[in-house]
């Protein structure tokens, strides 16, 4: 290839990156049986200071990309273990990875075959020896698109918070880890009470209005390492990490307690609204599904018990 890295640029430039505040860099995982071409690689994206993870197995490609999360990957098209193509499929498949962009990096250069190979999943196909300017410059408009794509997937339109997929999905990675690290984890489930009667009496905007209002309270009065969801319609979902019952109760009555006395000026009287709240624990014996079941069924017992409460 063109252009040899120099190790002391390259230091330089991620000593810079390190200086710079909420520097996100792009994450790129790279699936290559050979370690050699993997390194090489993986050189050349360390360089334009993207972070990279290499694996030589195919088998342990989904455990990666659950742990590693990255915003793309490089694909080898032969490995003894299984093909690039084969693989891509199986990623294809998980509707978590479905925007991941996957360029396959082979020497194959039969254009059929490299056809073939993109019908299966693949966005790109680049054929070795690749520039290192070609990579970088791919891996980098390729990467940025998909991150905008995904911030856009993953929120709900009207609140910006994450939509019920995503809130899931945050779920789950989050109960994965708390139960590895042996931390609690709380989950959430609020609903706005009486919410029908505030459309029908003040109307489609203002009921809006509410729900954006809730939706900026539970942002500025919970945790940046807490997720918040817009579950349905007037219905919001949080996951509180590393969060006990006793704590998660404190603070949703605490936010319960204070929304309640918000008035949304309007006529011919202001508007008060209260939510309705549940709260469960993650247990050893519950899987996520339980787990937002009896959070379910903690603010169903909420709205029976007169509504405007949290119930455990
Ligand atoms: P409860 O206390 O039992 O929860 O009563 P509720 O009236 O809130 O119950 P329900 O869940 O049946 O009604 C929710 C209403 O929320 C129905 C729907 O018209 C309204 N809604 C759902 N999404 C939106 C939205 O995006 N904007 C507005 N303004 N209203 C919405
Ligand atoms: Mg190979
Ligand atoms: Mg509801
Ligand atoms: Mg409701």
């Known amino acids: 290839f063109t252009g040899a890295l120099d190790a002391s640029s390259l230091l330089e430039k991620l ?15 790279i699936v290559d049986d050979s370690r050699a071409q993997a390194t090489h690689t993986e050189l050349i994206l360390n ?3 993207v972070v990279t993870r290499v694996i030589t197995e195919p088998v342990l490609a989904l455990l990666a990309l659950a742990e590693f999360q990255p915003d793309l990957i490089i694909l080898d098209m032969y490995m003894p273990e299984c093909l690039g193509t084969e693989l891509a499929k199986v990623i294809r498949q998980h509707e978590r990875y479905v925007s991941v962009p996957i360029i396959y990096l082979s020497a194959e250069d039969d254009l059929n075959k490299q056809l073939d190979a993109m019908s299966e999943g693949g966005d790109d196909f680049l054929t070795k020896p690749i520039k ?19 911030a856009r997937m993953v929120r709900d339109s009207l609140t910006g ?13 989050a109960s994965s880890r708390a139960r ?17 009667k505030v459309n029908d009496t003040y109307g489609h905007p203002m009921g809006d209005r509410v729900i954006k209002s809730l939706a900026l309270f539970l942002k500025q009065r919970l945790r940046k390492t807490d997720h ?9 979902a949080v996951v509180l990490p590393d969060t006990d019952l006793e704590a998660a109760h404190r603070v949703l009555e605490e936010i319960r ?16 609204c209260t939510f309705s709240c549940g709260i469960a624990q993650l247990r050893d014996d519950l899987d996520i599904n339980q787990l937002s079941k009896q959070a379910d069924e903690a603010l169903y017992r909420a709205k029976h018990g ?6 455990l």
């Open 180 to 196: 590895r690290d042996g931390k609690p984890l709380c989950f959430a489930m609020l609903d706005i009470d009486h919410f029908k």
């Open 132 to 150: 290192p300017r070609h990579l970088i410059a791919t891996v980098r408009t390729r990467a940025t698109r998909a991150r905008s794509l995904k």
């Open 228 to 236: 918040i969801g817009r579950y349905g319609g007037e219905e919001f």
């Open 47 to 49: 360089s334009a200071g």
């Open 161 to 173: 918070l994450f939509n019920h997929t995503h809130t899931l999905q945050l779920l789950e990675d």
């Open 15 to 29: 000593e810079t990156l390190t200086r710079t505040a909420h520097y996100d860099p792009f994450k790129v995982l």
């Open 306 to 311: 007169g509504r405007n409460r949290v119930e």
């Open 257 to 272: 307690r204070r929304f309640a006395e918000i008035r949304y000026p309007a006529q011919p009287d202001d508007l008060t």
